[in-house]
């Protein structure tokens, strides 16, 4: 039996998570160029050889995203025609993943979109982690392996050991996330209704569960706009809430993101590194905490042909 190499490379999108996946793994990244033609077209060249190896090529698809994604295809293209034996993306966010359905007529189903193109092109497997919607596995014909970052956030949290804590979800959409933290952490769970009871009023945030006195987190999958979340902690607040504090797995952080969390109420705001994260949106009650160590177990598992979800067991 012919026992194949594992080689990890990485893409622009997050350098840093990439190298620290690598450090995990005990391995070093693998060498590849890219580079930018003056009309901004994308230059890839594979700098080592990879015939016959196990390739995992890591690249978050979030801004610039059509950068990203095609900055991705042009690396498995280049790994498929270098003879890579297997190649799996792995994709801590997954860019157009909020556009899993029609909404409305005559619209695309833009997640379904990005996974044909990056099944067609030659991929073999698909790492990613918090999906935001959980059908977006079967817009795939190819193995799709889902990380969650809870782990990494409840382990966090279990070492605070804050007291009177109680998760609390933004909207009835994330009623189940909430429900798994909290029984996770052993607390009750809280939801906030969020009704707009006549036209060109503000919306009403009605709280379901008692939050008086209580240190409060608020879960969800992802920061954008922080629209939400931070309503969501305004609303906490006046109903007698001790303590605030955001959890998210993607801090996609976009527009008036930094602005709103900066006025708003948390007393901590917690990310993961999925998304690489500039300086300038680096609030001081900002917390980052890593899935590097979760993606290398991950990848080391499928490298070896063992059970992924026994990482979540």
């Known amino acids: 039996m012919i026992s194949r190499d594992i080689k990890i490379f990485s893409g622009s999108a997050n350098k ?37 190896a ?40 997954y860019g157009y993943g909020r556009q899993d359905r029609k909404v409305e007529p005559r619209v695309p189903i833009s997640a379904k979109v990005v996974a044909k193109v990056i099944e067609s092109i ?24 889902h990380l969650f970052s809870a782990p990494v956030i409840i382990d966090y949290f279990k070492k605070e050991a804050i007291e009177d804590l109680i998760i609390v979800s933004p909207d009835s959409g994330g009623a189940e996330r909430a429900r798994f933290f909290g029984k996770q952490l052993n607390v009750e769970m809280a939801i906030i209704d969020k009704r707009r009871e006549k036209a060109n009023q ?40 001790k303590r605030v504090f955001a959890a998210s797995t993607h801090g996609v952080l976009s527009g008036p993101a930094i602005e709103r969390l900066s006025k708003a109420p948390f007393d901590e705001i917690i990310i993961t590194n999925t998304l ?15 899935v590097a160590s979760l ?19």
């Not at 994308?42 to 016959?52: L, T």
């Open 16 to 52: 840093s998570l990439a190298k620290e996946v690598a450090k995990h793994a005990k391995l070093e990244l693998g060498k590849i160029e890219l580079t930018r033609f003056s009309d901004g077209e994308i230059s890839v060249k594979i700098r080592e050889n990879v015939r016959g």
């Open 54 to 93: 196990n390739v995992f090529v890591i690249q978050s698809t979030g801004y610039p995203a059509n950068d990203n994604i095609m900055e991705l295809l042009l690396i498995i293209d280049a790994l498929r025609r270098a003879s890579a034996y297997k190649i799996t993306v792995v994709i801590p966010y």
């Open 122 to 145: 030659g991929a073999n497997r698909m790492l990613c982690m918090d999906l935001h919607a959980d059908q977006i596995q079967g817009f795939f014909d190819i193995p799709v392996d």
């Open 202 to 241: 503000c919306d009403v945030m009605h709280i379901v569960g008692n939050v008086k006195n209580k240190n409060c987190v608020l879960i969800d999958d992802m920061i954008d706009t922080a629209g939400t979340i931070c309503n969501a902690a305004n609303a906490l607040k006046e109903h007698g809430a």
């Open 276 to 290: 690489s994260i500039p300086e300038e949106k680096r609030l001081k009650n900002m917390k980052i905490l890593s």
């Open 295 to 313: 993606i290398s177990k991950a990848i080391e598992r499928i490298h070896e042909e063992k059970s992924v979800s026994s990482l979540f067991i």
